[in-house]
């Protein structure tokens, strides 16, 4: 049986009962965190609060190797793979599932608060109003995506709002850079003109949930990470409310 749980939001607390569960019940337990960052949460401490020893996997630990090395060992043991966030979001855990199933492994999925649902309620706008997500990245070999800029883009013309994750070590005010360098490159507005919604260290106890204009946004202090970006769409009179009183969004908005 192989067994993936999720963690949830921030720190070693946000794992559900179910998932607290199923690793005390383990054999073994394997954690990835290149998909998801730590946030609050420290092996360590994991271990303690779990009541379990938790070994840290590589991504060639399960994209490269897995046949040989924790698959192998699932046929015969409980295992539980744990990580950041919901247990599916990532691709990489999709396709370990069906390696898994496909050599007759038992898969089953314990879910927890993932960032893409819990971003709507942090800031005030309404989860079924938004579109397609993406990620920002650094720069690679000095060519910056746009694949983010024209997602928003598109979302913008359907009047949807936009999550942009960010690279598991990069901070709200460079992947702002990036999305103006593309913006200049372009030569449109559509940033320019947009507010924006910076949220850091979902989950916590004290998360820091602002809304300002490129300009102002882009030299805001957010703190110690992880951050993600909303870029809304149409707002809906609820939703600017929402987004002055609880992300101190200018009241002009």
């Known amino acids: 049986m ?12 946000d794992i559900t009962l179910k998932g607290l569960e199923a690793i005390r019940d383990a054999d073994v337990v394997y954690a990835e965190f290149y998909t998801s960052p730590l946030g609050g949460k420290t092996v360590e401490k994991m271990e303690e609060v779990y009541g379990k020893r ?21 046929k015969n043991k409980k295992m539980v793979l744990l990580s950041g966030g919901d247990a599916m979001i ?24 993932s960032i893409s649902s819990a971003v709507a309620g942090l800031c005030g706008l309404q989860s079924y109003k938004f579109g397609k997500s993406a990620t920002v990245a650094p720069p690679y070999k000095d060519v910056i995506s746009e694949v983010p800029y024209d997602t928003i883009i598109a979302n913008k013309e359907r009047g949807l709002h936009t999550l942009l ?21 372009r030569k449109g507005e559509v940033l320019k003109k947009s507010i924006i919604v910076g ?26 990470l992880p951050h ?11 939703e600017r409310e929402a987004l002055i009183k609880i992300a101190q969004a200018p009241e002009g908005i």
């Open 2 to 13: 192989l067994t993936f749980v999720g963690l949830g939001l921030y720190d070693e607390k």
């Open 54 to 74: 938790i070994s840290v996997l590589e991504r060639g630990d399960i994209e490269e190797n897995a046949e040989e090395g924790i698959l192998k060992l699932a």
């Open 90 to 113: 990532a691709t990489t855990h999709v396709d370990l599932r069906l390696r898994a199933i496909d050599i007759g492994i038992e898969t089953r999925i314990i879910h927890a608060p």
């Open 165 to 185: 994750y960010l690279d598991i070590s990069m901070r709200i005010n460079d992947a702002l850079r990036l999305l103006e360098a593309v913006e200049e490159k």
């Open 199 to 224: 949220i850091a260290r979902a989950g916590s106890d004290k998360p820091v949930v602002k809304a300002d204009y490129l300009d102002t946004l882009k030299s805001y202090e957010f703190g110690e």
């Open 228 to 238: 993600v970006l909303v870029v809304p769409g149409e707002l809906h009179f609820l």
